[in-house]
């Protein structure tokens, strides 16, 4: 667990008290997405995150509905039972059934609610790809959110800007990942992590096409998507 700090960290911080407060809240990273299924990519990166973030612990959340999308391949319970199996050798990281058990329209804005009620004591960043936040104004009550929260933008392989930072993002960037544990919420973290280049899209096409793409997915995910004949058809 990523739960201390380094003694020369501790230093930097500006007052006495930092340190106790930094130690009270631990921060706790929300890693929303289809999953449609999990992959090596999802898992790499968001370990790479809780690493240098110093997360206690990531929180998984399969979407049920996603809102801005065409509808997943998978089963809402497929894809809990897949982002499930992927943590079980995975220290600090857990998934949370809050939004396949919401049956409904997946909206990050009530799952970051219904976590703060959950753990009262923490802060929260949410981890997500520059593509996904790239979108974020069409997210519902995103302005909130941006207050209610971190956010920490991990780069995509791939994925190609189309429009300058706008002005509210760049007055919320964080400076430090301390930034993110001396504040409740409103920074944006932009970290520079080794890519990966996978994307579900690749896995559920390959698959289509009678491929072998179990190297790209944990075993035992790979496992259920052959015992469960997912993603056969285009
Ligand atoms: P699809 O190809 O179906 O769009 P995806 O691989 O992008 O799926 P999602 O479940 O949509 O996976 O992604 C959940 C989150 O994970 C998003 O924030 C996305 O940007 C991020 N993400 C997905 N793949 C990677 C990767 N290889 N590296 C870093 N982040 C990723």
Request: with cysteine; aromatic share 8%.
């Amino acid at each position: 667990m990523q739960d201390t700090f380094q003694a020369a960290e501790i230093c930097t911080c500006p007052s006495k008290t930092t340190e106790t407060e930094l130690m009270q809240h631990t921060l706790y990273g929300i890693f929303g997405g289809t999953f449609d299924p999990v992959h090596n990519g999802h898992l790499q990166a968001a370990r790479d995150v809780m690493d240098r973030c110093r997360l206690e612990q990531v929180i998984l959340v399969p979407s049920h509905t996603p809102p801005h999308r065409p509808a997943p391949a998978a089963t809402p319970a497929q894809r809990y039972d897949m982002a499930q199996l992927a943590v079980l050798d995975l220290p600090g990281f857990c998934v949370d059934d809050i939004e396949y058990r919401r049956a409904s329209v997946s909206y990050t804005w009530d799952t970051v609610q219904a976590l703060k009620e959950k753990y009262p004591d923490h802060r929260f960043c949410l981890i997500a790809g520059e593509d996904a936040l790239s979108e974020l104004e069409l997210w519902h009550r995103w302005q909130n959110l941006l207050e209610a929260v971190h956010f920490i933008v991990i780069r995509r392989p791939g994925w190609v800007k189309k429009k300058p930072l706008p002005a509210w993002w760049q007055g919320m960037q964080a400076r430090s990942v301390q930034d993110l544990h001396r504040t409740p919420g409103g920074r944006i973290l932009e970290l520079s992590i080794p890519p990966v280049q996978i994307s579900a899209t690749e896995i559920r096409d390959c698959i289509s096409r009678r491929m072998d793409v179990g190297h790209l997915v944990p075993e035992s995910v790979w496992r259920y998507i052959n015992c469960h004949k997912i993603y056969l058809s285009p």
